[in-house]
C-alpha cells in the first residue's frame, strides 16, 4: 500500500479524507464526497468509544448500530428524514498522536479487509471524526461510509452547520477543530515543519534558475 501525504488543513479529520480519496484514484477509483453529517457521526461514535483502547491499540468499543439514527443523527442535527444507507465503518486507536497519514496506515487500515472496505466501489460518501481521549490520552479515529445519491443524505441543520460540536474534530466542518491541546501542538509542529520544507524547496528551485 502506497504510502500518500497531504498538505495539511489545520483538522486531522479533513486531511484523512484527501488521504483516503488519493489512495482511491490512485487505483482509478472515484473519489468519496466528504459528507459533514457523515463525519460529525463519526466523531459522535468514537466520542462515545474515547478512553477505551486496549494495549493493543484496539479500539475496544462497538455501539449498536441503532445509535446511528437514535442517538448520533440528533446529536449532529442531521435531518432524519435524510438519514441515508451507511455501508460501512472503520474504528481505530492510538496511545499517542499520529498524522493522518500516519494513522491511516498504522491505525486504520491495517490489513486487507480494511483496505477492502475503503476501496469499496459502491461508496459514495465518506465522513471521518477524530477526537483525544481526556485521562490516558488515547486518540481515535472513525471512518464512516455510505453509498447514496451525493448530498441529498445525511443533510444538516442550519444551512448545513448542524449542531456544533464542543470536542473533537469532523470532516466537511465549517467550525474550527477543537481536538485538544495535544492536538492542536502537534499540529501546530507539523504545519511549521511543512512550511519550513515548502520554503527550501523554493529556495532551491530559485537557485537553480541562477
Not at 73 to 79: I, K, L, R, S, Y
Request: hydrophobic fraction near 35%; charge should be positive; proline fraction near 4%.
Amino acid at each position: 500500500m502506497k504510502l500518500i501525504v497531504v498538505w495539511s488543513t489545520g483538522n486531522p479529520a479533513n486531511d484523512l479524507v484527501e488521504i483516503i480519496n488519493s489512495n482511491r484514484t490512485s487505483i482509478k477509483l472515484p473519489r468519496l464526497n466528504d459528507s459533514p453529517g457523515l463525519g460529525c457521526m463519526a466523531l459522535q461514535y468514537v466520542e462515545l468509544c474515547k478512553d477505551n483502547c486496549t494495549n493493543g491499540n484496539a479500539a475496544n468499543c462497538k455501539p449498536p448500530e441503532d445509535d446511528f439514527i437514535e442517538i448520533f443523527a440528533p446529536n449532529c442535527g442531521v435531518e432524519l428524514p435524510t438519514f441515508g444507507t451507511i455501508t460501512g465503518h472503520i474504528v481505530g486507536c492510538q496511545s499517542k498522536y499520529l498524522e493522518p497519514s500516519q494513522a491511516f496506515s498504522h491505525v486504520l487500515v491495517k490489513d486487507k479487509s480494511t483496505l477492502s472496505l475503503l476501496r469499496n466501489k459502491s461508496h459514495t460518501e465518506v465522513g471521518v471524526g477524530f477526537v483525544g481521549g481526556k485521562h490516558k490520552g488515547y486518540f481515535f479515529w472513525c471512518v464512516v461510509f455510505s453509498s447514496d445519491r451525493i448530498n441529498s443524505t445525511f443533510v444538516l441543520e442550519g444551512h448545513g452547520k448542524g449542531i456544533r460540536q464542543k470536542k473533537g474534530c469532523f470532516s466537511g466542518s465549517s467550525y474550527p477543530c477543537s481536538g485538544g491541546e495535544k492536538t492542536k501542538t502537534a499540529l501546530s509542529i507539523n504545519n511549521i515543519i511543512m512550511t519550513l520544507c515548502f520554503l527550501y524547496v523554493s529556495f532551491l528551485q530559485q537557485l537553480s534558475l541562477l
